[in-house]
Protein backbone atom coordinates (compact mmCIF):
# COMPACT_ATOMS: atom_id res chain seq x y z
CA UNK A 1 0.00 0.00 0.00
CA UNK A 2 2.87 2.20 0.50
CA UNK A 3 4.36 1.65 -2.68
CA UNK A 4 1.02 2.64 -4.25
CA UNK A 5 0.53 5.68 -2.40
CA UNK A 6 4.15 6.62 -3.39
CA UNK A 7 3.42 5.83 -7.39
CA UNK A 8 0.01 8.06 -6.75
CA UNK A 9 1.96 10.71 -5.22
CA UNK A 10 4.63 11.14 -8.13
CA UNK A 11 2.05 10.43 -10.70
CA UNK A 12 -0.11 13.31 -9.38
CA UNK A 13 2.71 15.33 -9.11
CA UNK A 14 4.04 14.65 -12.65
CA UNK A 15 0.43 15.64 -13.88
CA UNK A 16 0.22 19.21 -12.04
CA UNK A 17 3.88 19.79 -13.88
CA UNK A 18 2.37 19.44 -17.31
CA UNK A 19 -0.57 20.87 -16.59
CA UNK A 20 1.02 24.03 -15.44
CA UNK A 21 3.76 23.75 -18.33
CA UNK A 22 1.04 23.20 -20.57
CA UNK A 23 -0.66 26.56 -18.55
CA UNK A 24 2.42 28.59 -19.03
CA UNK A 25 3.57 27.55 -22.48
CA UNK A 26 0.10 27.76 -24.92
CA UNK A 27 -2.81 30.38 -25.26
CA UNK A 28 -5.15 30.29 -27.79
CA UNK A 29 -4.62 31.93 -30.81
CA UNK A 30 -5.40 35.87 -31.06
CA UNK A 31 -7.24 36.87 -34.18
CA UNK A 32 -7.58 40.32 -33.09
CA UNK A 33 -7.78 42.14 -36.64
CA UNK A 34 -4.31 43.73 -37.16
CA UNK A 35 -5.26 47.06 -37.40
CA UNK A 36 -6.86 47.73 -34.06
CA UNK A 37 -2.94 46.08 -32.82
CA UNK A 38 -0.29 47.87 -31.10
CA UNK A 39 2.07 46.61 -33.99
CA UNK A 40 0.41 47.81 -36.81
CA UNK A 41 0.17 51.45 -35.24
CA UNK A 42 4.37 51.01 -34.53
CA UNK A 43 4.98 50.07 -38.12
CA UNK A 44 2.49 52.31 -40.31
CA UNK A 45 4.13 55.56 -38.08
CA UNK A 46 7.47 54.00 -39.28
CA UNK A 47 6.39 53.97 -42.93
CA UNK A 48 5.18 57.35 -42.83
CA UNK A 49 8.07 58.84 -41.32
CA UNK A 50 10.69 57.19 -43.67
CA UNK A 51 13.03 59.96 -45.54
CA UNK A 52 12.24 61.08 -48.97
CA UNK A 53 14.92 59.49 -51.21
CA UNK A 54 17.83 61.75 -51.87
CA UNK A 55 18.79 62.99 -55.16
CA UNK A 56 21.57 62.24 -57.71
CA UNK A 57 24.28 64.44 -57.76
CA UNK A 58 26.44 62.13 -60.39
CA UNK A 59 25.50 59.40 -63.47
CA UNK A 60 24.94 55.88 -61.82
CA UNK A 61 28.01 53.63 -61.38
CA UNK A 62 28.16 50.12 -60.38
CA UNK A 63 30.13 47.51 -59.56
CA UNK A 64 30.01 43.54 -59.02
CA UNK A 65 31.82 40.60 -57.39
CA UNK A 66 31.51 37.40 -55.84
CA UNK A 67 33.74 35.83 -52.90
CA UNK A 68 33.77 31.99 -53.12
CA UNK A 69 32.28 31.02 -49.20
CA UNK A 70 32.82 27.05 -49.28
CA UNK A 71 34.66 25.51 -45.99
CA UNK A 72 37.21 23.50 -46.67
CA UNK A 73 35.36 21.33 -44.53
CA UNK A 74 31.75 19.44 -44.32
CA UNK A 75 28.95 21.50 -42.54
CA UNK A 76 25.50 20.66 -41.97
CA UNK A 77 23.09 20.68 -44.94
CA UNK A 78 20.65 23.64 -44.29
CA UNK A 79 17.34 22.81 -45.76
CA UNK A 80 15.49 22.25 -42.96
CA UNK A 81 14.50 19.15 -41.06
CA UNK A 82 14.10 16.62 -43.99
CA UNK A 83 17.87 16.98 -44.10
CA UNK A 84 17.90 16.28 -40.00
CA UNK A 85 21.36 18.02 -39.97
CA UNK A 86 23.24 15.25 -41.86
CA UNK A 87 26.65 16.95 -43.19
CA UNK A 88 27.04 16.94 -46.92
CA UNK A 89 30.33 15.26 -48.06
CA UNK A 90 30.50 16.08 -52.03
CA UNK A 91 31.04 19.55 -53.44
CA UNK A 92 28.63 19.77 -56.50
CA UNK A 93 29.19 23.07 -56.60
CA UNK A 94 30.55 26.03 -55.03
CA UNK A 95 28.97 28.50 -52.98
CA UNK A 96 29.43 32.09 -53.27
CA UNK A 97 28.46 35.86 -52.31
CA UNK A 98 27.30 37.88 -54.77
CA UNK A 99 27.25 41.70 -54.82
CA UNK A 100 26.41 44.28 -57.23
CA UNK A 101 27.50 47.58 -55.73
CA UNK A 102 25.42 50.95 -56.81
CA UNK A 103 26.41 54.80 -56.46
CA UNK A 104 24.98 58.07 -57.54
CA UNK A 105 26.66 60.38 -55.77
CA UNK A 106 23.79 60.52 -52.92
CA UNK A 107 23.02 57.14 -52.20
CA UNK A 108 25.06 54.17 -51.83
CA UNK A 109 23.03 50.41 -52.26
CA UNK A 110 24.28 47.30 -52.34
CA UNK A 111 22.64 44.06 -53.57
CA UNK A 112 23.87 41.08 -51.98
CA UNK A 113 22.74 37.44 -53.20
CA UNK A 114 23.82 34.58 -51.20
CA UNK A 115 23.83 31.01 -52.60
CA UNK A 116 22.10 29.64 -49.37
CA UNK A 117 18.85 28.60 -47.73
CA UNK A 118 17.89 31.96 -46.69
CA UNK A 119 19.37 35.04 -45.59
CA UNK A 120 21.03 34.14 -42.20
CA UNK A 121 19.70 36.35 -39.22
CA UNK A 122 23.24 35.81 -37.08
CA UNK A 123 24.68 36.58 -40.33
CA UNK A 124 22.32 39.99 -40.61
CA UNK A 125 23.50 40.31 -36.98
CA UNK A 126 27.34 40.17 -37.47
CA UNK A 127 26.54 42.54 -41.02
CA UNK A 128 25.16 45.25 -38.92
CA UNK A 129 28.11 45.93 -36.62
CA UNK A 130 30.91 45.49 -40.01
CA UNK A 131 29.46 47.21 -42.50
CA UNK A 132 31.51 49.96 -41.41
CA UNK A 133 34.56 47.75 -42.67
CA UNK A 134 33.19 48.18 -46.04
CA UNK A 135 32.18 52.69 -45.66
CA UNK A 136 28.22 51.34 -45.01
CA UNK A 137 25.22 50.62 -42.77
CA UNK A 138 21.97 48.11 -42.58
CA UNK A 139 20.50 50.49 -44.32
CA UNK A 140 22.70 50.85 -47.73
CA UNK A 141 22.22 46.87 -47.92
CA UNK A 142 19.26 45.31 -49.81
CA UNK A 143 19.78 41.43 -49.66
CA UNK A 144 18.30 37.93 -50.67
CA UNK A 145 19.61 34.28 -51.61
CA UNK A 146 18.96 31.34 -53.95
CA UNK A 147 17.41 29.18 -51.49
CA UNK A 148 18.92 25.83 -52.32
CA UNK A 149 18.13 23.66 -49.75
CA UNK A 150 21.63 21.33 -50.29
CA UNK A 151 23.80 24.41 -49.27
CA UNK A 152 26.08 25.21 -46.44
CA UNK A 153 23.98 25.02 -42.81
CA UNK A 154 25.19 25.40 -39.42
CA UNK A 155 24.07 29.26 -39.03
CA UNK A 156 21.48 28.92 -36.57
CA UNK A 157 21.65 28.54 -33.26
CA UNK A 158 18.62 27.27 -31.13
CA UNK A 159 16.20 24.16 -31.27
CA UNK A 160 14.28 25.30 -34.56
CA UNK A 161 17.84 26.60 -35.77
CA UNK A 162 18.77 23.52 -35.61
CA UNK A 163 16.09 21.59 -37.10
CA UNK A 164 16.46 23.91 -39.87
CA UNK A 165 20.08 24.21 -40.77
CA UNK A 166 21.70 21.65 -38.53
CA UNK A 167 24.24 22.07 -35.43
CA UNK A 168 24.91 26.12 -35.21
CA UNK A 169 28.68 26.96 -35.75
CA UNK A 170 30.17 30.31 -34.87
CA UNK A 171 32.78 30.03 -37.78
CA UNK A 172 29.94 29.11 -40.68
CA UNK A 173 28.64 32.90 -39.59
CA UNK A 174 32.04 34.49 -39.56
CA UNK A 175 32.77 32.80 -43.14
CA UNK A 176 29.47 33.99 -45.06
CA UNK A 177 29.95 37.77 -43.49
CA UNK A 178 33.64 37.55 -44.77
CA UNK A 179 32.48 36.36 -47.92
CA UNK A 180 29.96 39.34 -48.30
CA UNK A 181 32.23 41.79 -47.04
CA UNK A 182 35.14 40.69 -49.27
CA UNK A 183 32.65 40.33 -52.33
CA UNK A 184 31.73 44.20 -51.55
CA UNK A 185 35.01 45.32 -51.75
CA UNK A 186 36.05 44.10 -54.85
CA UNK A 187 32.52 45.08 -56.52
CA UNK A 188 34.02 48.69 -55.00
CA UNK A 189 37.22 48.59 -57.21
CA UNK A 190 35.15 47.85 -60.42
CA UNK A 191 32.62 51.20 -60.14
CA UNK A 192 32.15 52.44 -63.15
CA UNK A 193 28.96 54.17 -65.39
CA UNK A 194 26.43 52.07 -66.22
CA UNK A 195 23.20 51.87 -68.17
CA UNK A 196 20.35 49.91 -66.93
CA UNK A 197 17.42 48.24 -68.26
CA UNK A 198 14.35 45.57 -67.80
CA UNK A 199 13.00 42.49 -69.39
CA UNK A 200 10.75 39.51 -68.19
CA UNK A 201 10.07 36.77 -70.16
CA UNK A 202 7.11 33.77 -69.15
CA UNK A 203 8.03 30.46 -67.32
CA UNK A 204 4.65 30.00 -65.68
CA UNK A 205 4.49 26.00 -66.68
CA UNK A 206 8.02 25.92 -64.68
CA UNK A 207 6.02 25.74 -61.07
CA UNK A 208 2.38 24.87 -59.15
CA UNK A 209 1.23 25.50 -56.67
CA UNK A 210 2.10 23.47 -53.33
CA UNK A 211 -1.02 24.42 -51.35
CA UNK A 212 -3.40 23.08 -54.20
CA UNK A 213 -4.27 20.09 -52.71
CA UNK A 214 -5.50 22.08 -49.60
CA UNK A 215 -8.27 23.72 -51.84
CA UNK A 216 -8.88 26.51 -53.80
CA UNK A 217 -6.03 28.58 -55.03
CA UNK A 218 -5.19 31.81 -56.79
CA UNK A 219 -2.71 32.14 -59.53
CA UNK A 220 1.14 32.17 -58.35
CA UNK A 221 3.82 34.95 -60.53
CA UNK A 222 5.69 32.55 -63.01
CA UNK A 223 7.68 35.67 -64.78
CA UNK A 224 11.55 35.62 -64.56
CA UNK A 225 12.50 39.10 -64.20
CA UNK A 226 15.74 40.66 -65.13
CA UNK A 227 17.52 43.70 -64.04
CA UNK A 228 20.18 44.33 -66.58
CA UNK A 229 23.51 47.08 -65.91
CA UNK A 230 25.76 47.73 -68.84
CA UNK A 231 29.09 50.06 -68.21
CA UNK A 232 29.29 52.58 -70.81
CA UNK A 233 33.30 52.32 -70.78
CA UNK A 234 33.56 48.51 -71.39
CA UNK A 235 30.54 47.23 -72.64
CA UNK A 236 31.04 44.77 -69.26
CA UNK A 237 27.15 43.75 -68.12
CA UNK A 238 25.69 42.73 -65.02
CA UNK A 239 22.10 40.31 -64.62
CA UNK A 240 20.05 40.12 -61.30
CA UNK A 241 17.58 37.67 -62.25
CA UNK A 242 14.62 36.76 -60.19
CA UNK A 243 12.22 33.96 -60.07
CA UNK A 244 9.87 32.20 -57.57
CA UNK A 245 10.70 28.34 -58.14
CA UNK A 246 11.77 26.76 -54.87
CA UNK A 247 14.89 25.64 -55.45
CA UNK A 248 14.15 21.99 -54.60
CA UNK A 249 15.11 19.91 -57.34
CA UNK A 250 17.30 18.09 -55.15
CA UNK A 251 15.45 15.37 -53.18
CA UNK A 252 15.72 15.09 -49.49
CA UNK A 253 17.71 11.83 -50.30
CA UNK A 254 20.49 13.47 -52.06
CA UNK A 255 21.42 15.86 -48.62
CA UNK A 256 25.25 14.22 -49.26
CA UNK A 257 25.49 17.14 -52.24
CA UNK A 258 26.30 20.54 -51.30
CA UNK A 259 24.74 22.54 -54.30
CA UNK A 260 23.64 25.56 -55.42
CA UNK A 261 20.38 23.72 -57.04
CA UNK A 262 18.98 25.23 -60.45
CA UNK A 263 19.60 28.90 -59.49
CA UNK A 264 23.20 28.12 -59.53
CA UNK A 265 23.41 25.84 -62.91
CA UNK A 266 21.45 29.05 -63.83
CA UNK A 267 23.29 31.52 -62.56
CA UNK A 268 26.81 29.82 -64.41
CA UNK A 269 25.33 29.41 -67.92
CA UNK A 270 23.92 33.22 -67.93
CA UNK A 271 27.44 33.96 -67.04
CA UNK A 272 28.46 31.94 -70.01
CA UNK A 273 26.23 33.34 -72.74
CA UNK A 274 24.39 36.59 -71.31
CA UNK A 275 26.28 38.41 -69.36
CA UNK A 276 29.62 39.04 -67.28
CA UNK A 277 28.25 39.03 -64.20
CA UNK A 278 24.80 37.14 -62.75
CA UNK A 279 22.63 37.35 -59.22
CA UNK A 280 19.85 35.08 -59.13
CA UNK A 281 17.66 35.93 -55.82
CA UNK A 282 14.61 33.93 -55.09
CA UNK A 283 11.44 35.58 -55.72
CA UNK A 284 7.37 35.67 -54.30
CA UNK A 285 8.61 31.44 -53.51
CA UNK A 286 6.00 30.47 -50.79
CA UNK A 287 3.34 28.33 -52.26
CA UNK A 288 5.61 27.72 -55.08
CA UNK A 289 6.59 24.21 -56.33
CA UNK A 290 9.15 24.21 -59.47
CA UNK A 291 7.80 21.44 -61.69
CA UNK A 292 10.65 19.00 -62.61
CA UNK A 293 12.25 18.63 -65.95
CA UNK A 294 13.99 15.20 -65.46
CA UNK A 295 14.42 11.73 -64.63
CA UNK A 296 17.46 11.99 -62.26
CA UNK A 297 18.16 14.98 -59.70
CA UNK A 298 21.34 16.43 -61.96
CA UNK A 299 19.25 16.08 -65.29
CA UNK A 300 16.14 17.78 -63.42
CA UNK A 301 18.79 20.94 -62.40
CA UNK A 302 20.25 20.86 -65.97
CA UNK A 303 17.11 20.73 -67.90
CA UNK A 304 14.80 23.22 -65.68
CA UNK A 305 17.91 25.59 -65.43
CA UNK A 306 18.43 25.25 -69.19
CA UNK A 307 15.07 26.12 -70.41
CA UNK A 308 14.84 29.04 -67.99
CA UNK A 309 18.27 30.02 -69.78
CA UNK A 310 16.90 29.50 -73.42
CA UNK A 311 14.10 32.06 -72.42
CA UNK A 312 16.35 34.38 -70.63
CA UNK A 313 18.76 34.65 -73.70
CA UNK A 314 15.65 35.32 -76.24
CA UNK A 315 14.77 38.35 -74.11
CA UNK A 316 18.23 39.77 -73.30
CA UNK A 317 18.87 40.98 -76.56
CA UNK A 318 15.54 42.67 -76.74
CA UNK A 319 16.10 44.90 -73.33
CA UNK A 320 17.11 48.43 -73.84
CA UNK A 321 19.40 49.91 -71.93
CA UNK A 322 19.75 53.87 -70.56
CA UNK A 323 21.22 56.19 -68.81
CA UNK A 324 18.75 56.68 -65.82
CA UNK A 325 21.00 58.23 -62.27
CA UNK A 326 17.01 57.12 -59.91
CA UNK A 327 18.51 55.22 -57.02
CA UNK A 328 17.11 54.60 -53.69
CA UNK A 329 16.46 52.42 -50.76
CA UNK A 330 14.21 52.33 -47.94
CA UNK A 331 14.23 50.24 -44.69
CA UNK A 332 11.22 49.85 -43.02
CA UNK A 333 11.68 47.48 -39.29
CA UNK A 334 8.42 45.45 -39.16
CA UNK A 335 7.05 45.02 -35.67
CA UNK A 336 4.58 41.42 -35.46
CA UNK A 337 1.81 40.21 -33.76
CA UNK A 338 3.31 37.96 -31.34
CA UNK A 339 4.78 34.39 -31.96
CA UNK A 340 1.57 32.48 -32.79
CA UNK A 341 2.98 28.90 -34.00
CA UNK A 342 -0.08 26.74 -33.48
CA UNK A 343 0.60 23.37 -31.98
CA UNK A 344 -3.22 21.58 -30.75
CA UNK A 345 -6.20 23.21 -32.54
CA UNK A 346 -6.17 26.84 -32.33
CA UNK A 347 -3.90 26.72 -29.20
CA UNK A 348 -0.33 28.22 -30.25
CA UNK A 349 3.25 28.58 -28.13
CA UNK A 350 3.54 31.53 -25.99
CA UNK A 351 6.62 34.15 -27.02
CA UNK A 352 8.58 32.82 -23.89
CA UNK A 353 8.62 29.32 -25.82
CA UNK A 354 8.96 30.29 -29.09
CA UNK A 355 11.85 33.12 -28.47
CA UNK A 356 14.20 30.20 -26.30
CA UNK A 357 13.97 27.56 -29.37
CA UNK A 358 14.38 29.76 -31.95
CA UNK A 359 15.56 33.34 -30.93
CA UNK A 360 14.51 36.90 -30.86
CA UNK A 361 15.28 38.34 -34.43
CA UNK A 362 14.47 41.82 -35.74
CA UNK A 363 12.89 41.96 -39.70
CA UNK A 364 12.42 44.13 -41.79
CA UNK A 365 10.68 44.80 -45.15
CA UNK A 366 13.40 47.10 -48.24
CA UNK A 367 12.40 49.00 -51.44
CA UNK A 368 15.18 49.46 -53.46
CA UNK A 369 14.56 51.78 -56.96
CA UNK A 370 17.27 51.42 -59.79
CA UNK A 371 15.88 53.95 -62.67
CA UNK A 372 12.41 52.95 -63.49
CA UNK A 373 12.32 49.24 -61.47
CA UNK A 374 11.55 48.27 -57.95
CA UNK A 375 12.54 45.68 -55.85
CA UNK A 376 10.58 44.74 -52.71
CA UNK A 377 12.41 42.76 -50.23
CA UNK A 378 10.21 40.25 -47.48
CA UNK A 379 11.90 38.56 -44.50
CA UNK A 380 10.32 35.39 -45.47
CA UNK A 381 8.70 32.78 -48.05
CA UNK A 382 6.68 35.29 -49.39
CA UNK A 383 3.84 33.56 -51.17
CA UNK A 384 3.71 34.17 -55.16
CA UNK A 385 -0.16 34.67 -54.91
CA UNK A 386 0.29 38.13 -53.78
CA UNK A 387 2.24 39.52 -56.76
CA UNK A 388 -0.62 40.13 -59.37
CA UNK A 389 -2.24 42.33 -56.39
CA UNK A 390 1.23 44.64 -56.94
CA UNK A 391 0.35 45.39 -60.46
CA UNK A 392 -1.85 48.25 -60.81
CA UNK A 393 -0.25 50.32 -58.24
CA UNK A 394 2.91 49.44 -60.22
CA UNK A 395 1.75 50.44 -63.43
CA UNK A 396 0.17 54.22 -62.12
CA UNK A 397 3.71 54.43 -61.13
CA UNK A 398 5.13 53.40 -64.49
CA UNK A 399 7.33 50.74 -62.61
CA UNK A 400 8.65 47.45 -63.13
CA UNK A 401 8.13 45.39 -60.10
CA UNK A 402 10.62 42.96 -58.76
CA UNK A 403 9.50 40.97 -55.11
CA UNK A 404 12.26 39.02 -53.35
CA UNK A 405 12.33 36.89 -50.37
CA UNK A 406 14.64 36.26 -47.66
CA UNK A 407 15.56 39.84 -47.55
CA UNK A 408 17.26 39.75 -43.68
CA UNK A 409 16.03 38.02 -40.55
CA UNK A 410 13.44 35.04 -41.07
CA UNK A 411 9.66 35.07 -39.95
CA UNK A 412 8.50 32.14 -41.99
CA UNK A 413 5.76 31.94 -44.33
CA UNK A 414 3.32 34.72 -45.23
CA UNK A 415 0.85 33.02 -47.15
CA UNK A 416 -3.07 34.64 -47.81
CA UNK A 417 -4.76 35.17 -44.66
CA UNK A 418 -8.41 33.42 -46.55
CA UNK A 419 -5.88 29.98 -45.81
CA UNK A 420 -5.01 30.64 -42.23
CA UNK A 421 -7.12 27.71 -41.00
CA UNK A 422 -6.02 25.02 -43.55
CA UNK A 423 -3.48 22.07 -42.58
CA UNK A 424 -0.91 22.29 -44.68
CA UNK A 425 2.65 22.76 -43.90
CA UNK A 426 3.12 26.11 -45.39
CA UNK A 427 0.35 27.70 -43.82
CA UNK A 428 0.24 25.88 -40.28
CA UNK A 429 3.48 24.95 -39.40
CA UNK A 430 5.76 27.73 -40.53
CA UNK A 431 2.85 30.33 -40.36
CA UNK A 432 5.15 31.73 -36.74
CA UNK A 433 3.22 34.83 -36.22
CA UNK A 434 -0.84 34.36 -36.80
CA UNK A 435 -3.30 35.51 -38.61
CA UNK A 436 -4.21 38.86 -41.32
CA UNK A 437 -0.36 39.27 -42.21
CA UNK A 438 -0.48 38.62 -45.83
CA UNK A 439 -2.92 41.95 -45.46
CA UNK A 440 -0.52 43.55 -43.05
CA UNK A 441 2.36 42.36 -45.47
CA UNK A 442 0.57 44.03 -48.44
CA UNK A 443 -0.44 47.13 -46.92
CA UNK A 444 3.22 48.05 -45.63
CA UNK A 445 5.32 47.14 -49.04
CA UNK A 446 2.70 49.22 -50.87
CA UNK A 447 3.43 51.84 -49.01
CA UNK A 448 7.03 51.21 -50.02
CA UNK A 449 6.54 51.18 -53.31
CA UNK A 450 4.74 54.74 -52.78
CA UNK A 451 7.17 56.33 -51.30
CA UNK A 452 10.06 55.15 -53.19
Known sequence: MKFIRIFLIVLLALVVLILVFLAISLAPVDDTPYQEMVYYRQTKQRLEQLPAPLPATAPLRAG??????????????????????????????????????????????????????????????????RLPEVGLRWENMYMGAIHS?????????????ELIAGEYDEKIVTRITDGVLNAIREAQKTMAPVQIGFGQT????????????????RPLDGLIRLLKLQKTTTG??????????????????????????????????LEKKSADFAVFLAGAVGSTGPEAKGNTDFAEIRNYAGDLASRIEQIVPTIQTQSDSSLAILTLPLDLREPHPRV?????????????????????????RVGQTVLLGTPCDFSGEFVADFTPLAKKKAVNLMITSFEGGYIGYITPDAYYNRSTYEVRDMNWFGPYNGAYFEEMMMGLLEKI
Do not use: Q
Open 64 to 129: WAKANITPPYTTPTGGYGARRGKHWNIVSDSIFARAIMLDNGGTKVVIVGLDLLITPPTVVALLKK
Open 344 to 368: IGNWRVRPWLFYSVYGDYPSDLKAL
Open 149 to 161: HNSIGGWAPGLVG
Open 236 to 269: ESALLCTFAGHATLFEDSMWNYLSRDYPGSLVDR
Open 202 to 217: DATDHIYNRLGNSGPT
